[in-house]
């Protein structure tokens, strides 16, 4: 398999890397951190300027019409300046959901509103009882004349409090279904919760909440377009723990390299260079797996795309936690302190290790897909 870039890709990476080096620094997410409302708006039009926004938008709605492996590409410069703003949320999740489940008119509405920075959506899927099935939920709607009645609880939505729409997924008369609801309805039933990575989730109380029935998203079952758009984000955070390995890899070999004891370089140290190489393997392992993500993602034989995605996002996961813990180890106490990127480097991988099913459960599923047991 050949996995040369294109020109253009090499170009979409590199303009993308350039601007978030500009507009988006270490100090800048230390200020946004858990406060949505200084994620700069600016920033989010400088990317939709560049048509980073619009890359999984198709082109008769004003987008780029690319695909995953170009979101694969910006991603992982969205991981290497620990970029805040909801951009794998809005730009790929949500703009996929919409992009598949919509109606056309509905597509007409919102597609082009996101790819210019316009509108932010965000997906309200998770509960906490969803276990093992991503599909299964609680939370369910009824018809009362012409609206709907909500009855549920989406727990951690990340970005939510800085979206103009959210997804909320529920069951309608036996089917997965999509409600494309206005943030201003919903923030009375916000609860809060900061991440550990800086990032504003919030629970949402969905109970009694009455929506009109334009707010129903397509005419049909949307479970195949939910499972779509969540592979999609999988891939995507796959792609951005790559960009931040790199970057905390560097930085490791920075410090290694000038932080002396008895006079020498402590990168001089056997034990510790052996260290480093095994963060190397892991990181390489993790870009390896993150092409096979970007790659299979689309993939239309569902439990082949399952199979993959759930080994990419175990041995992904598996480098976010030993790398970051080695990273914290190496730089002693100083691993730990707000000042230095590498705490917040460790607390996005241990966040994106958690996104889109944990690496345990992702074993389990692989393990289960191969008819074999994981103690």
Known sequence: MDFTLSQEQQMLQETSRR????????????????????????????????????????????????????????????????????????????TCLLDAAGTPEQRAAYLPALAVGDCIAVLAHDERGSGQDRLAISSHAQPEGAQFRLQGHKCVVAHALSADLLLITATLQHSLRIFAVPAALLHERMVPCPL?????????????????????????????????????????????????????????????????????????????????????????????????????????????????????????????RFVGQQAVQLHGGMGVTDELNVSHYFKRLMAIELQFGSTDHHLQAFASQLGAKVA
């Open 196 to 320: 550990v990575d800086g990032t504003l989730a919030a629970d949402l109380l969905l109970d009694d909440l009455m929506l009109p029935a334009t707010t129903l998203l397509g005419k049909e079952d949307a479970s195949l377009a939910v499972a779509a758009a969540l592979d999609r984000g999988l891939a995507a955070v796959c792609a951005e723990a790559v960009g931040a390995l790199d970057k905390l890899l560097a930085a490791c070999v920075e410090y290694v390299r000038n932080r002396k004891q008895f006079d020498v370089a402590i990168g001089s140290f056997q034990a510790l260079r052996h260290r480093l190489a095994d963060m190397l393997m892991h990181v390489e392992q993790a870009r390896s797996m993150s092409y096979l993500a970007a790659v299979r993602c689309t993939d239309p034989e569902l439990a082949a795309r399952a199979r993959a995605l759930s080994a990419a996002k175990v041995v992904i996961g598996q480098a976010c």
């Open 19 to 94: 601007y978030l080096q500009n507009h988006a620094g270490f100090d800048t997410h230390r200020r946004q951190q858990h406060q949505p409302q200084l994620q700069s708006s600016a920033l989010w039009q400088g990317l939709a300027g560049l048509g980073l926004l619009a890359i999984n938008t198709p082109a008769e709605f004003d987008g780029l019409g690319l695909g995953a492996i170009e979101t694969m590409l910006v991603m992982q410069t969205v991981g290497e300046h620990l970029l805040l703003p909801p951009f794998c949320a809005s730009a790929v999740v949500a």
